[in-house]
T-cell receptor, first 114, second 114 residues
């Protein structure tokens, strides 16, 4: 059991559409990070949320946005989908005061853009 | 910018063979170093980590890694692999104070033949 749950597990969208992915962090965790893992690549950091605010952001365009709710769950939104957005999207949760190894990953949402 | 290079894309070994997966990173400051493993159909799991101290660190399932600061390397080793070690292995680094913002390598797929 990963402890971090993501939904949906798979999603197919058309170019230009918008998508929302969801993540529930491991119990007790207060910070959520999102990663994009393209085929054959390692995960790439998108952004991190803590106290309902974006704390850090990787090199991703503004089409990628997020939100964190008071219960610490989080959403990743991608607008104007491109074929290149097809990837596995990983959510990871942690404690802001915890050690770096406290990062726990979910199983991911596989997004296919056609 | 920080980056992580993993030398091998796909490694095929027979059971009981020894394993060494290369990882080099580029970053001028102090970093935390990690190896993650992703078994087929499962989430990313922490294999081992290095923060400071003894440069030879031991992780789960008999894996170990050695941090060589002068070479910016953090190679993963296992004396004798098993079929159950078949997985994808990712090296990652994060700058001190950037918890949750990991820079991953592209990963090495390990296939162990029974």
């Amino acid at each position: 059991d990963a402890g971090v749950t993501q939904s949906p597990t798979h999603l197919i969208k058309t170019r230009g559409q918008q998508v929302t992915l969801r993540c529930s962090p491991k119990s007790g965790h207060d910070t959520v990070s999102w990663y994009q893992q393209a085929l054959g690549q390692g995960p790439q950091f998108i952004f991190q949320y803590y106290e309902e605010e974006e704390r850090q952001r990787g090199n991703f365009p503004d089409r990628f946005s997020g939100h964190q709710f008071p219960n610490y769950s989080s959403e990743l939104n991608v607008n104007a989908l491109l074929l290149g957005d097809s990837a596995l999207y990983l959510c990871a949760s942690s404690l802001v005061t915890g050690p770096p190894e406290s990062l726990h990953f979910g199983n991911g949402t596989r997004l296919t853009v056609t | 910018a920080q980056s992580v290079s993993q030398h091998n894309h796909h490694v095929i070994l027979s059971e009981a063979a020894s394993l060494e997966l290369g990882c080099n990173y580029s970053y001028g400051g102090t970093v935390n170093l990690f190896w993650y493993v992703q078994y087929p159909g499962q989430h990313l799991q922490l294999l081992l980590k290095y923060f400071s101290g003894d440069p030879l660190v031991k992780g789960i399932k008999g894996f170990e890694a050695e941090f060589i600061k002068s070479k910016f390397s953090f190679n993963l080793r296992k004396p004798s692999v098993q079929w159950s070690d078949t997985a994808e292995y990712f090296c990652a680094v994060n700058a001190i104070g950037s918890q949750g913002n990991l820079i991953f390598g592209k990963g090495t797929k390990l296939s162990v033949k029974p």
